[in-house]
Structure formats: C-alpha cells, structure tokens
C-alpha cells in the first residue's frame, strides 16, 4: 500500500533495498496518504468481491452482478475517502455498459492488470486438473473488463497456480500450469499486439536475476508485464509468499497489484505468512477471509 505508484528510488530512500514489513501510507502519498500499516488496497477489496459473487453463484459469477458492485465499491469507496479506485480497463468497460455496449463487448479494450489481480478466488473454488473449464470460469469472471487475450492469459495463469497450489503443487511445479493456462486464456479474448505472457512468465522465472525485474520484466499495469513481474519475484523469493510481496513491494510501480498475485500464489503453494503480519492484516481491515476462503474450497 505505501509504495503502490511511486519511483524505485524513492521507495530504496525512505524503506532501503528491502521493504522490511508493512508501513503506513506516507502523508504525501497520492493515493495511500494517512492509511494505517496493514491497510489492503484495490486489489484485495476486488478480490473479496469477486470471491463472494464466486461463492453467491456457486462457481459461476454474473456479469450483471459483478458491474453492480464494482460500481457500488467504488462508490463506497469514495465514501470512505479514498483515491484508490477503478483501474482504467474496468472503469472504460463500466462506462461502456452505461452507454448500452453489450456485455460480451464492454471488454474488448481491456487489457490491464486488473483482472489478474482479482481472480484468485477462482484459482480457489476451481480444481487444475481441468485447465480448460478452469479457463472457462476465469474468462467469466473477467471478459466484462477484461476480454483481451493478453489480459484473460493474465488472469488465467494468476487462478491455474493459485489452482494447482492448492491440489498440492509447489510453486516449482505450479509454474508450468500457470503457462498452460495462459496459453488457452490468450485465444479466448480479442486479440491486440501484446507480448505472450505464458511465454513471459516462463523466461522471467528462468532467467530474469533479482535486481533486473523492474528493468527487463516491467512493473506497469499493462498485464503482460505485471504478471509475469509477480511470478519472477516468487521465483527469486523461492515461493516464500512473504519475501515475495516485500520484494514486489520494493520494486516500484503497480507494486501493490504485483505483491497480491505474488502472495495470492505463493500462498497456495503452501508458503507461509509471520503470524504477527497475518494479526494487524486482520485487525485493520474488516474482511471475513476465514469464511470466504472455506466456501470457495468447499466448491471444488
């Protein structure tokens, strides 16, 4: 939350190399100024909505739905205060429908991060061993923002490890899931001049060092960077959930978004979060994960 949109440099001035823990929102933030440590930001908020409609239609999610809430949780964000709201695909898709584009086009130029990093809840409700309904149930969760191959691929490869992680996988061995998935994500969607982000993850993991991720990997909200960035930060972490999210968190750029997706998956693949972190996540914010989590596994 506190380093969401700003500078590298700047992040290494006030936090080091390392982002050590969670921190408040600096009061010059541009959208986290004065929220307390352990404050979650868009990407979790979306997350547990998406979720809850997951659980509410047994698996399946509702388009009609989901634009209504998305647009009630932007309203209740701005309620609150709050700067942090609608990313730029989602809130081009909404205004579409507004002006009566069909559901099955408000997406068509939606090729952010933002569905990517809201899907977990489907890599959780929908078992691996069926990539191509699991692709299914991401591609209706995310084509009413969404429906760009790059951005389906995104989301795909986020909800197939999350997926495999929880029937078993390491993060090793999630990897290649993530891929496959992504592949058959990419010819869902419409397609635009993108790079491949299974083939993106895979060189990124592979073969990006450490210090090079924000440089030759990306750190922006275009997915086809964003993605593959989380999975190269798990890869350098050894899928430890809790030093990925610190080192997306010190990257800079969408490091929020980076830092969800990194932690959602290396979460499933049975990577551990300090107790002391998990406690102030739960006493800050007002989210009833425990019930959430255990009625989007009872579906699988």
């Known amino acids: 939350m506190p380093t969401q ?9 006030r936090h080091g190399p390392l982002v050590d823990g969670f921190h408040p929102g600096p009061p010059d933030h541009p959208l986290a100024a004065g929220l307390p440590a352990g404050t979650v930001t868009d990407d979790t908020e979306q997350a547990v909505l998406l979720g809850r409609l997951v659980v509410e239609g047994r698996g399946h999610v509702d388009a009609a739905d989901l634009a209504r809430r998305l647009v009630a949780w932007e309203d209740g964000m701005r309620a609150r205060g709050s700067l942090d709201l609608l990313g730029p695909s989602t809130r081009r898709a909404l205004a579409a429908l507004a002006e009566g584009v069909p559901p099955e ?11 990517a990093m809201r899907i977990a809840p489907v890599g959780l409700a929908v078992a691996s061993d069926d990539l191509d309904a699991l692709v299914d149930r991401v591609v209706e969760a995310s084509a009413l923002t969404h429906g760009t191959g790059v951005a389906l691929a995104g989301a795909a490869a986020v909800a197939a490890a ?3 992680g929880i029937d078993g996988a390491g993060f090793a061995e999630a990897v290649p899931v993530a891929v496959e998935a992504a592949g058959r994500a990419a010819a869902r969607g419409r397609w635009v001049a993108a790079a491949d982000v299974g083939e993106r993850i895979a060189w990124a993991v592979a073969q990006v060092p450490p210090e090079r991720i924000g440089t030759l990997v990306g750190t922006s909200l275009a997915t086809q960077e964003s993605v593959p960035a989380a999975f190269a930060v798990l890869a350098a972490a050894g899928g430890d ?5 610190r080192t997306a968190a010190s990257l800079g750029g969408d490091t929020d978004t980076i830092a969800a997706m990194a932690g959602a998956v290396g979460g499933a693949c049975g990577g551990e979060v300090p107790a002391e972190a998990v406690a102030l996540v739960r006493r800050i914010n007002d989210l009833d994960l425990d019930a959430l989590a255990a009625a989007l596994v009872a579906l699988r």
């Open 5 to 13: 949109s700003l500078p590298r440099a700047l992040i290494v001035e």
């Open 105 to 115: 086009e408000s997406g068509r130029e939606g090729t952010t991060n933002g569905a």
């Open 162 to 164: 999350v997926s495999a």
């Open 241 to 245: 959930p809790w030093l990925a999210c």
